[in-house]
């Protein structure tokens, strides 16, 4: 190659909105472009000579091993996707193309970062199994949250129940002083009842003043009607919704794996003829048994 192809070619690479990166066999760097320092921050010097896993989000370093390993066999891997850590601690996602040189014994991968369209990804999916005003698992999330939890039921012995909640007295607030005061409410009322719950629970809206809170885990019948007296106290509290002080109650209906359904839809239904026995019973309640067919 003649000098100023060689120029031309540095130039290039300069310019690239890629990084080129040269890893050895051992997985050290051996030389990283211009575009190295935008996409993950550290400058040519302060990688060269050290190891590629080191700055791989810690999460994905045995997947990327089992990549390099799946290449170095022979095997083509020319596109990946992978999590890194900037200098400056972000985690930034990276789609890589690599080829193995066995000639030159070196991998020559081009990283492009995608971590914008992973963002915007992730964003679309929570828009997706979320309802928009509360933030809430909407019922696709629901259902799909069941589900899972239906088929873990069948490989260990870990206990579903289900709280089906309506609130008392919602269609007056909201007929009175209008669906402006009706969504900060349901807002209001999304928070209380995620105060009332553990991470691995899930709060989700089927509509309306209708909520539905899957608990996992928990085999005492006594300790599920425990968190439904939180969420029904919690419900009872006034509410502050701009300047108005606001009383409602809550009508709520319990239902358990396997005794009261083993599919999603049996569950949900249970628990809703429980809920309405709550309510017509005048509400504030809880209920988790139906009454014996006449």
């Known amino acids: 190659m003649k000098n100023n192809e060689l120029v031309c070619l540095t130039d290039v690479l300069e310019l690239m909105l890629d990084a080129v990166c040269v890893v050895d066999k051992q997985g050290r760097f051996i030389a990283v472009s211009a575009a190295f320092e935008t996409i993950f921050g550290y400058k040519p010097e302060e990688v060269v000579g050290k190891p590629m896993i080191d700055f791989v989000y810690k999460e994905d370093r045995e997947i990327t091993l089992e990549t390099v390993a799946t290449l170095l066999s022979g095997v083509a891997k020319p596109r990946f996707e992978n999590r ?13 193309s690599v080829r193995w040189s066995a000639s030159h014994q070196v ?6 970062d995608i971590t914008e369209r992973k963002e915007v990804e992730k964003k679309l999916q929570h828009l997706v199994g979320h309802d928009q005003l509360t933030g809430l698992a909407n019922r696709t999330l629901l259902l799909d949250r069941i589900q899972n939890s239906l088929a873990t039921t069948s490989r260990r012995p870990v206990e579903l129940s289900l709280l089906f909640i309506d609130i008392d007295g919602f269609k007056e607030v909201n007929d009175t002083y209008g669906h402006l005061v009706g969504d900060k409410l349901l807002q209001k009322i999304a928070e209380r009842l995620l105060e009332c719950v553990r991470v691995s629970d899930t709060v989700g809206r089927l509509g309306g003043d209708e909520f539905v809170v899957i608990l996992n885990g928990i085999t005492n019948r006594d300790d599920v009607l ?60 809880i209920v988790s048994e139906l009454p014996p067919p006449e």
């Open 84 to 96: 890194w850590v900037r200098k400056d601690g972000q985690v930034v996602y990276i789609l890589w």
């Open 107 to 112: 991998r020559i991968a081009v990283a492009h």
């Open 226 to 285: 425990h968190v439904a007296e939180k969420v029904r106290s919690k419900c009872a509290s006034p509410f502050i919704i701009d300047g108005r002080k606001l009383t409602l109650s809550s009508s709520i209906g319990v239902a358990s794996y396997p005794e009261n359904g083993s599919t999603d839809m049996q569950l949900i239904q249970f628990a809703d003829q429980t809920m309405y026995r709550a309510k017509t019973a005048g509400g504030n309640q």
